[in-house]
């Protein structure tokens, strides 16, 4: 038996698993619009590759990735693309995003897929690029584009291939209802994904005990196969990445670091699916199984939905009640959100929609004085503080923040369930994560802006060199032509000689030198060699912390300042020769 490490912290709150477990996996009637919002994954929103009025057929890429950190976007079935333009997406905020729409013809026909059977004949980076054109991303809800993940894992050895089967939070079970139907492509998927890793020493699938029937199908499928299903007792939020790899082996992440630097790589049993998918079968990822549950509802199930499919249309097909319903969430009730509008889509980390009842979910209770109890600190996974990080938060002390790991907390919403003042402890911790983020990046936007100052200071200190050559050039020919002239009378005391060297003289006075120019430059080039250094650093903390919008503006920065280091490379060599 392995062994089992208790996690720190966590809370016990009622699975509320049951209800959606009733029935098999369910497929929805074809809705008759589908919205793809370009950002549906941690990093930079993919660019469109299709026009308005093109007719698309399912599984065609509508947009492809633009960064290293991007994910493509493929058309969940056949239609005509009616419109490429901002519509309001799943966000807190209800905000909008650029989003591409597709009228569906009803036929719902396929592209040709190619798939690749025989995938130990491929190469590792023939499986990571099939696997970036599917548009692969991480599906338990942090939505990082797989490819990307993977590729991570191979710059050094990884012995370690940790499967998340946990879904700890409540009323989710749309991996569990997977596994349970599908165990035997989940365990395809693991082998493609141990092949491209060079094969690791060590693969667990981590499991909550919560869940016998899936345990009971990984087992019967694991057999011979040297992958160990390892169940443990069920806790939230026992899901997290760094938390699961803690429990499973004992090892701690530590701060701004990732799996792979232990040689830990820790993917989602649904990401799996969708490997297995992508690789064998050819299909990219264009739906997903998501939980429908919450008392509001008549029906409550799993469903195989097509990544785009209005919210809207999910509740028509199951009686949804809105008169009894407190609020609509997209992701459990511990870390989801409240959705402002159910016309949003679908998208690829969606979990679960869950329609509570005013029983349910009541409405929140007034917030009341922190007593200081130190339940939060007991109930925090991540080991950190959150009484004090909530008056820091309060009062805007970013160097405190930071200095106590702000961007360590998962947001699982564990200090939050157990605090009896009902402070909303996780809305502090975002709102002071993305203040601190925009003031990052605002610091980063001053950098770029003192850095294009500096190179135009060099581009017209060079102009004014150069004009003043000339100029010079004209004055000594003007000299020569009047020495040289019969009806010039020739001071004296001077010669043409002399006044060439004056007139040289004092164009190499006015100019700077080439060991000037050269070290101004080289100053130039190591400031922006640094700041290209501190946006890698907070590209890094928030690909673990930061949302979506937060990561892309980190992505944007690094590439801002790779061009800007490129550029102050160029101009140094151009003075050097």
Request: charged share 20%.
């Amino acid at each position: 038996m392995r062994r089992i490490w208790d996690a720190p912290g966590g809370v016990h709150p009622p699975d509320n698993k049951a209800q959606s477990l009733t029935s098999s996996i369910g497929q929805l009637p074809l809705p008759e619009k589908l919205i793809l919002p370009l950002t549906q994954h941690v990093g930079a929103a993919a660019k469109v590759c299709v026009s308005v009025g093109e007719k698309v057929l399912k599984g065609q890429k509508l947009a492809s990735a633009s960064a290293s950190i991007s994910a493509a976007i493929h058309a969940p079935s056949s239609g005509w693309i009616t419109a490429i333009e901002e519509r309001a997406v799943a966000h807190p905020s209800g905000m909008s995003a650029p989003c591409i729409e597709i009228t569906c013809d009803g036929e719902d026909r396929w592209i040709e897929c190619m798939g690749y059977p025989d995938y130990k004949q491929a190469t590792p980076p023939q499986l990571r690029n099939l696997i970036a054109d599917a548009g692969v991303a991480g599906l338990g809800g942090a939505g990082f584009p797989s490819a990307a993940k993977l590729e991570r894992g191979t710059h050094m050895p990884v012995d370690t291939l940790i499967i998340n089967a946990t879904e700890c939070e409540p009323y989710i079970t749309a991996d569990d209802i997977l596994i349970r139907e599908r165990a035997d492509q989940i365990i395809q998927g693991i082998d493609i994904i141990s092949h491209l890793l060079g094969t690791p020493k060590t693969i667990l699938i981590g499991i909550e005990n919560n869940k016998p029937e899936a345990i009971a199908a990984l087992n019967h499928h694991c057999q011979g196969s040297g992958i160990e299903v390892v169940s443990f007792p069920t806790k939230y939020p026992s899901g997290g990445e760094k938390q699961l790899i803690y429990i499973l082996t004992g090892k701690e992440i530590p701060s701004g670091h990732l799996p792979a630097d232990l040689g830990i790589v820790c993917l989602n049993s649904s990401t799996v699916f969708a490997i297995k998918r992508a690789v064998i079968d050819g299909e990219p990822l264009i739906s997903r199984i998501t939980t429908l549950a919450g008392e509001a509802c008549d029906i409550n199930r799993n469903y195989e939905i097509l990544i785009g499919t209005p919210v809207s249309h999910l509740l028509a097909q199951n009686a949804f009640h809105p008169e009894l319903c407190s609020r609509l969430i997209m992701g459990g009730p511990m870390m989801g959100f409240s959705l402002t509008s159910s016309d949003v889509p679908l998208v690829k980390s969606s979990t679960c929609i869950l329609a509570p009842s005013h029983t349910e979910i009541p409405d929140d209770d007034p917030v009341q004085a922190c007593i200081r109890c130190g339940l939060c600190a007991e109930a925090c996974p991540a080991s950190l503080l959150p009484q004090q990080l909530y008056w820091y938060a309060r009062a805007d002390d970013h160097e405190r923040l930071q200095a106590h790991n702000l961007f360590d907390c998962i947001e699982c919403g564990a200090c939050s369930y157990v605090c009896p003042s009902n402070i909303p402890l996780v809305q502090h911790y975002r709102s002071s994560k993305a203040d601190i983020v925009n003031a990052r990046t605002a610091k980063a936007t001053a950098a770029v802006a003192r850095e294009r100052f500096e190179f135009r200071q060099v581009r017209l200190e060079m102009a004014d060199t150069v004009r003043e050559a000339k100029r010079e050039a004209r004055r000594i020919v003007t000299e020569k032509a009047k020495i040289t002239s019969p009806t010039t009378t020739q001071p004296s005391g001077s010669s043409a000689a002399d006044i060439i060297k004056a007139a040289q003289l004092r164009g190499t006075a006015r100019q700077a030198s080439p060991e000037q120019q050269r070290a101004k430059l080289e100053r130039t080039l190591m400031a922006a060699e640094m700041r290209l250094k501190e946006a890698q650093q907070r590209l890094l903390q928030a690909t673990n912390n930061a949302s979506v919008d937060q990561q892309a503006q980190q992505l944007a920065s690094v590439e801002a300042a790779k061009r800007k280091v490129e550029q102050a490379t160029q101009r140094l060599t151009e003075v050097s020769h």
